[in-house]
């Protein structure tokens, strides 16, 4: 299905709003105690109750299956319910899991701290070990493509090939590139899961996530953890997702046209030492981005050649458009000082996030700022 035809027209000939209605309600009416009773014996196909379905999160739950090519979605009150819900979905006692270092901080949290309690036991292993390192003693493997403080990817076809040889699913965070940017499922990925909270929904004004996978795996997930766990989106939320989601692929257009204006001002700039985005970092690297990215959005880090913490703390204060804040994606251009954590090996360098403003005004802003760097 075509990208306009899922955006605009999918799931939406039930009313003849053109907006499709928010259904802001908890419960759902029977008329007799028959159709109840078939309700309630097939709660994954009914509407009884939205903790499991409603309609406005049903129609964008199409739309979001349809641009990842998958058959199913699941909606959730946070980008971290889905990651949650889907790793707990797909492990048990006993289990090992294999992950990618430097995925999202509170994923590693998941499966270092919280699943260590439950015995299942994860490695962690740097992005260019993956590969080799999937065996059969792994039942999910987990990896995050590209990561998004210095932007490594990694060959999914590969990893899902070798994973499935061994009977092992892969859960992918595609948060970064949008279903428009890169669609796992092409390379054979099992689970995509996203924070919707960035640039899906888009506006910076609502929390949620999802998930998309095979109807199979929709239908374990849905009655058991998804009906449990509860960590469901609201109405309203999925009402604002669906109308943010509309305008993805403007907002993605614009953004990726000003992030390489950008970044190649700043490739330029004396101050700056260098730059990390999808594909920057070797050749092997970029190799793998043109292989199953198509394109690049608006994340991306800078390394300065003084990496004075004081200066790049003034840096940072003395942008205007740029905004300090840590949730990325959403209309407004952001900076994210690494100066605030201790390790080391983020040492001079902050996170820019792009956004829809003009490109001219945002490198004027950054060309003022980067002054203090070069006024001694
Ligand atoms: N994955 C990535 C890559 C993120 O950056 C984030 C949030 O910052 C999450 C997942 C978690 O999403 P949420 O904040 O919506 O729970």
């Known amino acids: 299905m075509k990208e306009s035809e899922i955006l605009f027209l999918l799931g939406e000939n039930s009313y003849p709003s053109i907006s499709f209605p928010i259904f802001q309600t908890s419960n759902f009416k029977f008329s007799s105690v028959k159709e109840f009773k078939l309700a309630i014996d097939d709660e994954e196909n009914s509407l009884i109750y939205s903790r499991g379905n409603n309609p406005t999160l049903t129609v964008l739950a199409e739309k979001l299956a349809a641009l990842d090519g ?10 971290m319910a889905a990651i949650s819900t889907a790793v707990i979905s797909l492990v048990k006692e006993g289990d090992k899991v294999l992950c990618m270092e430097g995925v999202y901080s509170w994923t590693q949290h998941l499966l270092k701290n919280i699943l260590s309690r439950f015995g299942v036991e994860t490695h962690f292993v740097p992005y260019y070990n993956i590969v080799e390192s999937i065996n059969e003693h792994y039942s999910l493997i987990y990896v995050e493509s590209p990561l998004t403080r210095t932007f490594e990817v990694v060959d999914l076809e590969e990893i899902s090939r070798r994973a499935h ?4 699913v892969v859960i992918i965070d595609n948060t970064y590139s ?3 940017r890169q669609r796992p499922a092409d390379f054979g990925i099992d689970v995509v899961v996203y924070s919707a909270s960035k ?28 009906l449990t766990f509860g960590g469901i989106m609201s109405p309203l939320d999925a009402w604002l997702f669906l109308r943010g989601l509309r305008t993805l692929p403007v907002r993605l257009d614009r953004i990726e046209q000003s992030t390489w204006k950008i970044i190649n001002f700043l490739q330029h700039h004396p101050a700056i030492e260098k730059i990390y985005y999808p594909g920057s970092i070797s050749d092997e690297q970029n190799k793998i981005y043109h292989k199953q990215m198509r394109g690049i959005t608006g994340l991306f880090s800078i390394q300065f050649k003084r990496k004075d913490p004081g200066l790049i703390n003034a840096f940072c204060e003395k942008l205007r458009f740029f905004r300090m804040a840590v949730s990325w994606g959403g209309y407004e251009s952001l900076v994210l000082p690494y100066t605030m954590w201790k390790e080391t090996e983020w040492d001079g360098m902050v996170r820019l996030s792009i956004g829809l403003e003009n490109s001219d005004e945002l490198i004027q802003d950054l060309e003022q700022g980067l002054k203090i760097f070069t006024l001694e």
């Open 70 to 79: 998958k058959q199913k979605a699941l909606l959730f009150s946070s980008g």
């Open 165 to 168: 040889d061994v009977g092992a």
């Open 178 to 180: 949008t279903p428009l």
């Open 199 to 226: 640039y899906t929904g888009g506006h910076s004004d609502l929390v949620g996530g999802y998930l998309t996978c095979d109807e199979k795996l929709y239908s374990r997930i849905f009655n058991h953890e998804y």
